[in-house]
Structure formats: C-alpha cells, structure tokens
C-alpha cells in the first residue's frame, strides 16, 4: 500500500518535472515531492498502527540458495521428528477473530482447532458461532450465506439455523422443521476487542471466563498495532518458553538490532548491544489454577554501560492454555498491554498473535518500538520451535526446574478424550 502510494506520488512527480520549464522549478518540485512523502511517512509513523502479518512459512526457515522457503518450510516440515506428543488441542478460550472485523449481520469463516467455523454478529449485535457446514447436504455456511435476524441462512437451499442455539429456525419450502436439524453452537465471548471460542473435548461449558482488560473497554488504552505469526509446533511448546528461564540468558541476549534470523544473530557488529532479563514463573492458586504468571525485568547494556532509559517491567499472566496478557510497566513511557493468543489451525500449526493497546496519549513510536522489539525476540523462538522435536522425557538440570512444574501446570488442559495426533501426512503444502 505505501509503495503503491510512493509511486502515484513519484509518477506525479516526475510528470510535473517533465513538464517544468527550468532547473529550479525542477529542483523545487523535487523537494516538494520529497517533502510530500517524508509527510506521509511520519503520519504513518504517528497515527497508524503497526500491522505485521507474516505468511507460514515467512520466518523460522533456513532456504538454501535457489529454493524458495515454502519449499524449505515443507521439507523441515515433512522431515523433523516430532516426539512423544501430548493431546493437540488443550480445552480452553481461543481468539478467533478481532471485533473491528466482524460487522453487525456480517459472517466470516474461520479454520480453527481441526474444525471450519461460521463466526457471525447477529442483528443484535451479539457474535454467535456455529459449525460452518450445514446438515442438510452440507454447503459451507459462512462461504456466501447471510445473516438473517440472529440466525444464519445457509447459501444452498436456505434454511436458518439460530445463533444461540444452532437449531434450524426453518426451512424455506416445508412446515414442519425436524427436531433433529441442528448444528454444533460453540460457546463464544467478545472481550478486549477480541472474539473467542470454548473448546472442551467433551463439549462441556466454559469453566472460566477471559478476564477483561478494563482499560481497553474504558479506552484509556488504545489499539496500537498487531502481529501475527504461524508456528509449526505444539501448542504447549509455546507458553512453555515464559517458565524456560534458561533461554532468555541465550536466544535473546543480542540486541533486537541484529535481527532474528539465528543464522546471523549472534553477530560481531552488534555485539555490543545486550539484552539482560531477569525473570520469574509461578502457576496462580485456586480460583485462579488455571493462570500462571511470568514477572520479567528488562535492561539494555551499550558497551557495558547500563541504559535505564530502557529499563522495563513486564507481568505475563497466562490466562489457559492460549491467552497471555502481557502487561508493560515503564518509567515515564507509560502502561500498556500485548494480548498475545496462540490459537491451533492445526494440530501443529498454530496461529499466534500479539496486539498492543497502550496508554492514550503516547506518542504511538513507542508502542509501536515496543511491538517490533517484541516480534523480533519472538521469531527467534520461531525459529527453535519450527524445527525443534518435542521431547517428552527431557534432560533438564535443577535450574530448569521450573520447566517441569509448568508441564505438571498445563496438563490441567487435558482431559481424557483430549484429541490426539492420529497421523502424519506425507506431504504439508503450503
Ligand atoms: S445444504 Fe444447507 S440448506 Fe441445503
Ligand atoms: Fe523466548
């Protein structure tokens, strides 16, 4: 989008030159121009957020000269051992889709935990989720059907199913509805500017709610930007990095400046930019068993010089098996929070995302710096985890403790008809 702009303005600008008569009305349109997309640039960099979406094979793969990395997404892919695996879809709270994206009467379709999804906002409102495919003959529902009142109507032969309770509310060309004709409502919420499904192996109601973030709903703290990254990995290889206090001392130490990609991180030019973290994992206590909390002290050395400027404070309270708030406390740069969700696409695709509200009022380079920071430390896991095997049994030392406890902690997301890994496909194109 910036570059298409960047060149009506630099096809603009060079047919005004053309048609200017001496060199310094051509040298004055020239800065005008200049001065035109230096504009454009620092509004973006004050009043936009910050959008990074990745592709799934953009980062965490090494692409040998001439092959492109979808290629070498599919070979890691369809070559790594994978381990001893726990249960693939852990039950708990899943974002689906971001408020702002979902109209009043609109329905999109989401491919989320092995299953097709038709999430859509009701006359009232209110967001219902339901199976996508219609019992009937089995037409995708949020492919091309429309939102009537609170129900869905389905594009083939148009019979409604209602949102609250995915019972089919008629059917166009006969009296009677059949008791039977329902579909699969899945219990969802919309908290944070965020929409969110249940998902209990046995279909059981939700067992906790997702905390609000009081702040967002009071707009005291403002969207700012968001990430979104694929990871070929389990899910429970991803929160388990809060209570893997070992590797912040190593994967993260180089300064963000030298990039992500591990290949060069450990770089001579920029080693005198270090991260220090000081870091603490504990699960929460009964009502709150299902949360755990990380409390991460950051500093940044230059040369060995010590730079409080840069000097924050970072509570992770994980909130089941896919949410974390990520609270940051700074000095005089303000509070913010990154809702990070890691929700399964697949049972070892998961779809993670980070999205930042931050105090009104500062300016936005700072949650916008703070954002990219985040997501160039996280696609350095990106890497580990893409290539990684799970190890079930692993060879840990008495400082990687806490690694154990968290395992004990998350199996609270398992139960006995918890889904497993039934197969491997040869071939995992993307
Ligand atoms: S397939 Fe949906 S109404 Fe026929
Ligand atoms: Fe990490």
Known sequence: MVSAWAAVVAG?????????????????????????????????LFFSPLELLRSPDDVGYAAERGRSKALAANEARRRRRLGELPPVYPNGWYRVLDSPNLRREEVKHVSVLGEQLAVFRGRDGTVYVLDA???????????????????????????????????????????????????RRWPSCEVNQQI??????????????VPEQEEITKAQWVYQGRTEHFVNAHIEEIPENAA??????????????????????Y???WDFVRHRWKVEWAPESEPNSHCSKMQLEHSLTVFGSHWSLLDFHVEARQVGPGLVFLRFTHGFLGRGVLLQSVTPVEPLLQCVSHTMFYQAGVPAPVPKFI???????????????????????????????SILKHRRWYGQFYSENSPRLQHRRDALDF
């Open 267 to 269: 770089s001579r030019l």
């Open 12 to 44: 603009l600008g060079a047919a005004v030159m053309l048609a200017a008569r001496g060199p310094e009305e051509r040298a004055g349109l020239a800065a005008c121009a200049a001065g035109l997309l230096a504009a454009r640039w620092l509004y973006r």
């Open 244 to 265: 893997d206090i070992a590797h912040l001392g190593h994967l993260h130490i180089p300064g963000i400046v030298s990039g992500a990609d591990l290949r060069y991180h």
């Open 133 to 183: 495919y219609c019992p009937h003959l089995g037409a995708n529902m949020a492919v091309g059907g429309r939102v009537k009142g609170n129900c869905i109507e389905c594009p083939f032969h148009g019979w409604q199913f209602r949102g609250k309770d995915g019972k089919c509310a008629n059917i166009p060309y006969t009296e009677k509805v059949p008791k039977v004709a329902k579909v």
């Open 371 to 401: 954002l990219k920071a985040e997501s160039i430390q996280f696609e350095r896991d990106v890497w580990i985890w893409n290539n990684k095997m799970y190890i079930s049994k692993p060879l840990l030392v008495a400082a990687d403790s």
């Open 196 to 209: 969110l499904v249940w998902f209990h192996c046995d279909e059981a109601e939700p067992q906790w709610a």
